[in-house]
């Protein structure tokens, strides 16, 4: 993925631009900047400062293969389909990816697609997802289903 | 002596410095949403040593980290809400973590509760802060939870114990306290800042006030076995737009709303759109404080009521009043005046009538002679109501609408002379009616029924026209439905 400085300083003055962000597996990954214009953290970096795109961006939270990820997926314009095919661990690095680099159209997608895939699941299987450790005692967890299922109902708004 | 402008450097702006080599620390430090990502990182190199923190007897293996430490709480209940659909799953989902038991709670608005120990102790508010709307009637009865016998009214419901003898007021006995309704409510109000719906039954006007204080956005707010003290704490609710109070339900409890409690109840609230009187007596006056206090008044519904007679003419007063309804009442009013001082509704459009008796020619007559300007009239399994008084609903003349729907007393003969005088009528629902016979449909009432744009027509369960009424095929609805009669 790298350039010499000749052919850097001709990819810049070509249409498409580019910058060179920097992952945390010490990628230097060029994107166009249609794409990281949708990167907030980084589009109000270069706004404000006019930085040289050349020198690269790091982003030490993002690894290589989930800025693959998310460039693909920017560039298919969210297809769902593809998305099908991230693994579970794969949908939640680029979700915290997209946390990070505060991609509010990704988050919003892959955050409906998360939701989608714990619809219905049982509290073990949302905590293996996330790997959240469990942090009640027996005797708390106990109390809280006692309470779920006497204490309150729902309530319909008419 | 006269300078030389060009040789002077007319604007003496100084030229700007080459900018120095930016540092990223001095960026970083700045940067609002570089702090956020230096935040996350610095969560990040946290998330191992917390994942061992909660499991001290981990193996040497390296951790796999709770991704969702790295998540803000916003990002958190993003997801959450999106999977919050039903009670089940968001039951479920408290049980995740600790952290998820809070989040969870907070994407609650609404709730029912059935233990008053749970308002009580402050747990309610803890584990649902954002609450705004809540339903506290059944938690008020001290009900053995075990019993499998089910009281049950359209207003309420309670469990009862198999050795309680039948008095047949049950709530006298097996209500909590009005001191500690009263507290409970005022730990509500306290925690919830943001109540806009209410329910409760058996409050005191100190509970109330307490609520009136605490919640100034309280719009709705349902009182059970109300009493005319206890509207003396509603003068505080300012914003309250849609009240319910229920002073008498048989065989529950026997509370007294009468003139006095109206009377206050106009004058506190103002804003007053819908209201609904349940099992309240009451009389001409209160209802006229009524209608000439609360101008807002829009919808106005007797459920059961046991007002004096001669009540009725004080509707006139309700100048805005837009539907009027009638639920389980046993008479409308018995002595309602002379038609001369009954006045009309001017903007009434709507007139129900429920499950109510409509056997007394007199009270009908003023009830229609009040309600001439409705537009639509439903009747839903009313007894009594037979030709001699649906008739007077010909005083009504511009009804559009009209649904009919198990009244077994009226023949087609009489609801065909009603209708051929109502010009403007459109829609026309006649259902279980089973002395309205298909066979008694004259010539004249379907040619009527070609004019209108809905029709619905089952008086009886097989509801078959006979092909001895020419002309006319059944298919589609309105002006499709029949041809004319050649």
């Known amino acids: 993925m790298q350039k010499t400085e000749g052919e850097e300083s001709k990819a810049e003055n070509e249409e498409v631009k580019q910058v060179t962000l920097m992952t945390s597996d010490g990628v230097k990954m060029k994107v166009e900047i249609s794409i990281v214009y949708e990167m907030e953290i980084v589009r109000s970096f270069i706004e404000v400062n006019d930085a040289d795109h050349s020198v690269p961006f790091p982003l030490p939270n993002v690894s290589s293969h989930t800025l693959d990820l ?89 | 002596m006269s300078f030389r402008s060009e040789n002077e450097n007319p604007n003496p702006t100084p030229t700007p410095t080459p900018p120095a080599k930016k540092r990223w620390s001095d960026i970083w430090a700045k940067s609002k949403p570089l702090n956020q990502m230096v935040m996350s990182m610095k969560l990040h190199s946290l998330s191992p040593r917390l994942a061992n923190k909660a499991k001290p007897t981990l193996s040497p293996f390296p951790v796999i980290s709770d991704r969702t430490l790295l998540f803000s709480d916003e990002l958190l209940l993003k997801i959450l809400a999106l999977i919050s659909d039903s ?72 469990h009862l114990d198999s050795s309680l003898s039948p008095n047949w007021c049950y709530c006298e006995e097996n209500m909590l306290p009005v001191e500690v309704i009263d507290n409970g409510l005022s730990t509500l109000a306290g925690g919830c800042p943001n109540l806009r719906r209410l329910h409760v039954i058996g409050a005191s006007e100190m509970g109330l006030l307490s609520v009136a204080e605490e919640c100034p956005t309280l719009q709705e707010l349902e009182l059970q076995r109300c009493s005319d003290n206890v509207l003396r704490g509603i003068a505080a609710c300012t914003n309250l737009q849609i009240l319910k109070l229920v002073g008498h339900v048989d065989g529950f409890y026997n509370s007294v709303v009468s003139d006095i409690g109206l009377t206050i109840l106009a004058q506190g609230c103002k804003r007053l759109v819908k209201l609904e009187l349940c099992g309240c007596e009451g009389s001409f006056d209160g209802i006229k404080a009524i209608g000439k206090c609360c101008l807002m008044l829009e919808e106005l519904t007797f459920s059961d009521h046991r007002m004096d007679d001669g009540w009725l003419a004080g509707i006139s007063f309700c100048e805005n009043l837009k539907t009027l309804r009638f639920q389980s009442c046993k008479r409308i009013d018995l002595n309602p005046g002379m038609e001369d001082y009954l006045g009309c509704c001017p903007a009434l459009e709507r007139l129900h009538l429920q499950k109510c008796q409509l056997r007394d020619k007199k009270g009908a007559s003023a009830l229609f002679s009040i309600c001439r300007a409705v537009r639509e009239i439903v009747l839903q399994d009313c007894w009594g109501l037979d030709d001699s008084i649906f008739c007077f609903a010909m005083l009504c003349r511009r009804v559009k609408l009209f649904y009919l729907e198990g009244c077994s007393l009226l023949t087609t003969e009489g609801l065909e002379s009603v209708i051929h005088s109502w010009k403007e009528l459109q829609s026309l629902r006649v259902v279980s009616c089973k002395n309205i016979k298909d066979y008694e449909i004259s010539p004249a ?19 078959l026209l006979p092909s001895s009424v020419t002309g006319i095929t059944m298919g589609k609805k309105g002006g499709k439905f029949f041809k004319r009669a050649r």
């Open chain 1, 70 to 158: 998310i460039i693909e997926l920017v560039k298919n314009e969210y297809d769902d389909e593809f998305m099908k095919t991230f693994s579970h661990d794969e949908l939640k690095e680029v979700l915290v990816a997209a946390n990070y680099l505060n991609m509010k159209t990704l988050l919003d997608f892959i955050a409906t697609a998360i939701a989608n895939l714990l619809e219905k699941k049982s509290v073990e299987f949302i905590r293996n997802f996330f790997n959240i450790v469990n942090d009640f005692t027996p005797e708390e967890e106990a109390e809280i289903r006692k309470t779920n299922e006497w204490v309150f109902q729902d309530l319909d708004e008419d």
């Open chain 2, 87 to 158: 009670a089940a799953q968001r039951n479920s989902n408290s049980l995740v973590c600790k952290r998820w038991l809070n989040l969870q709670g907070r994407l609650v608005r609404s709730l029912r509760i059935s233990d008053w120990n749970f308002l009580l102790s402050g747990r309610l508010i803890h584990r649902f802060p954002n609450l705004n709307h809540v339903d506290l009637l059944s938690a008020a009865f001290i009900s053995s939870r075990s019993s499998a016998i089910l009281f049950s009214h359209r207003l309420l419901s309670m």
């Open chain 2, 445 to 463: 009432l379907a040619t009527l029924f070609t004019t209108l744009k809905e029709l619905r027509w089952s008086p009886d369960t097989k509801s």
